[in-house]
C-alpha cells in the first residue's frame, strides 16, 4: 500500500498482509472489550510509526502490539517484536502518555497473537505486561 494522501477503505488494500492484520487488531479489540478493557485509542500514530492499541481497565493502560499470523511457520507472533520495535512502541507511547494519560495511571506493554487456521477460524492470545522498560 502506498500512501497516495488520501483514505483508501481497507477493503481496497492490495497487500493481504495488510488486511490480515487490520482484521486481527478488530478481532483483539472485540476480545479485550470483552474482558473488560476500553479501546482508548486504534492505530494511534507519530509519523509512520503506530500503536495498534491503546486499551485501559480503570488506572490501568496497556499499549498492545496485535500480531497475525496465517501460519506458525516463522515462529510465534510475539517472537517478531525485538528490541528495535520494542523502542519504537515505547517512543510511539510515550507521546500517548504525555497527551492523553490521567494522574495515577499505570502503563504497560501487551501482545495479543491471533494465529489465523485454516478453515477461517483463530487462536487468540494475549499476553500480559510482555515486556517492561526500565524508566515508568
Known sequence: MH????????????DARHRRGVWGERVAMAFLTSCGWRVEAHRFRLGRHDLDVVARRGSLVAFV???TRGTAGWGAPAESIGWRKRRTLARVAEVWRERHARPGDTFRFDVVEVEVARGGGYRLEHLEDAWRLDRW
Open 3 to 14: 500512501p497516495t494522501g488520501r483514505f483508501v477503505p481497507v477493503s481496497q488494500w492490495t
Open 65 to 67: 502490539e496485535v500480531k
